[in-house]
């Protein structure tokens, strides 16, 4: 139905930058409804970054406020995370999420879709 497939992961040093995507294919028009992105520490829960609400307005956790920067071209149907002066506490696994929103099941739609992750260290 939906492939996310995410890039951009790297070992960087803390203040680097980095620019992570997830290319989106499959039937996105009728399954994906919001997309955002989650990270996961290492031995720790998957935690949400920053989304899209469902009207369009990015929001972030109060951790990359003014760091991070997510974005999506929907021409080329990719998201974008745009992450400044990295910190080591923003290290891990980063996910791409794309929701299917109400209704899902009567659209023939799973309630979410996940990528495989990339991932993200980051050294002091």
């Known amino acids: 139905q939906v492939q996310l497939v995410e890039t951009g992961g790297s070992v960087v040093q803390a203040g680097d930058s980095l620019r992570l995507s997830c290319v989106v294919s499959?039937?996105?028009?009728?399954?994906?409804?919001?997309m955002g992105w989650y990270r996961q520490p290492q031995g720790k829960q998957r935690e949400l970054v920053a989304a899209?609400?469902?009207?369009?307005?990015?929001g972030y956790v109060d951790s990359v406020k003014g760091r991070f920067t997510i974005s999506r071209d929907n021409a080329n149907n990719t998201l974008y995370l745009q992450m400044n002066d990295l910190k080591p506490e923003d290290a891990g696994v980063y996910y791409c999420?794309?929701?299917?929103?109400?209704?899902?099941?009567?659209?023939?739609?799973?309630?979410?879709?996940w990528g495989r992750g990339t991932q993200v260290t980051v050294s002091s």
């Open positions: 999420n794309g929701a299917a929103g109400l209704g899902y099941i009567a659209r023939g739609c799973e309630y979410e879709y």
């Open positions: 499959g039937d996105t028009a009728n399954c994906i409804s919001t």
């Open positions: 899209f609400r469902s009207n369009g307005v990015p």
